[in-house]
């Protein structure tokens, strides 16, 4: 039992806190509901994420077990070294998937129609003949494209009369390609032999490491580039923030060149203990920059005056 447990990665669900940031959006542009009920939406919303983020992942490791025996690491998960049951893994996606489904109908249509969009991702993403985790650069699009549905599930979760602007949801979703693109050229690199690394992940036999590090750069830049069109439209103190966000990025990329880095590995990001701090830091510069008014910033926006 204890294997099909492992393969729905409970350790994994950590990663669902990115739903935080679209509850805050919310709470910035929407109407909010009663403290109760907006505390349990999010818990419901949070377990309901978090069955079909697991539902996913039973398929993923499934459908890659040929695969992750050429994986230094991988190897050990229990579908490549244990004899495990296609139907069993089966059932168990089956029951994951419809607990999902039943708690997002206890919030309201939006969240029930983006988690079903977030398990029709995870097929599209592992399930032949799409299967687009196998198509360089597709791989990190499709992926990544569950960064905005955590984003949308979390504005959800605030209301469902209508929806984020377009600015911060291709920023968010640009934001999840530039750590899936990092994540494969951290693991590229711990690789070490590009034919192993074909082996591994089709995509990887199209990869170099300078072209997983440029297609990074890019999509940092066009993230960057649309959250500072949303930061400035709905509140120009922002301006202040987006130096710290450059500096995230940047940091981010440089705990990539460690070896067996945590990059390789988001669940366990919580150990690198300076990132961590850095993310709380600017968290509080936001929380400060949203409730602080500095009317200067204004010339950001406005030509400036002056006598001659």
């Known amino acids: ?68 025996k050429y994986h230094p ?10 004899n495990m049951k296609f139907s069993l893994v089966m059932a168990e996606y089956v029951i994951l998937a419809v607990l999902g489904l039943a708690l997002s109908l206890m919030i309201n249509r939006g969240f029930l129609v983006t988690e079903i969009w977030l398990l029709v991702m995870g ?40 929806v984020p602007p377009g600015s911060i949801l291709l ?6 390609a530039f750590l899936m693109g990092i994540k494969r050229f951290a693991e590229y690199r711990m690789i ?28 940092a830049f066009c993230s960057t580039f649309c959250m500072g069109l949303f930061l400035v439209k709905y509140r120009i103190e922002y301006v202040l923030a987006m130096p710290f966000l450059f500096l995230l990025f940047v940091y981010y990329l440089y705990i990539a060149f ?14 690198e203990k300076k990132l961590m701090a850095f993310v709380l830091l600017i968290v509080i510069i936001f929380v400060i920059l949203t409730v602080v008014d500095i009317p200067a910033l204004k010339l950001f926006q406005e030509p400036f005056l002056i006598e001659i």
């Open 1 to 68: 039992m204890k294997n099909y447990i492992r393969i729905a990665r409970p350790d994994h669900w950590v990663k669902n806190i990115f739903i935080i940031p679209g509850v805050a959006v919310g709470f910035l542009l929407a109407d909010m509901p009663p403290v109760s009920v907006l505390i349990y939406r999010f818990i419901i919303g949070f377990v309901a994420t978090c069955m079909i983020a697991s539902a996913n992942y039973v398929i993923n490791e499934w459908l890659d077990a040929e695969f992750d």
């Open 73 to 82: 690491t991988k190897k050990y998960r229990p579908v490549v070294s244990e």
């Open 192 to 219: 070490g032999d590009p034919k192993t690394a074909g082996l591994y992940r089709k995509s990887f036999a199209a990869y170099t490491e300078r072209t997983l590090l440029c297609s990074s750069m890019f999509y």
């Open 171 to 176: 920023g968010y979703w640009m934001g999840g």
């Open 258 to 271: 460690k070896d067996d880095s945590a990059v390789q590995k988001p669940e366990k990001l919580y150990k």
């Open 123 to 162: 097929v599209i993403y592992n399930v032949k003949p799409m299967r687009t985790k196998d198509i360089p650069f597709l791989d990190v699009i499709t992926e990544s494209v569950n960064n905005m549905i955590r984003l949308l599930l979390g504005w959800f979760i605030v209301t469902d009369v209508s």
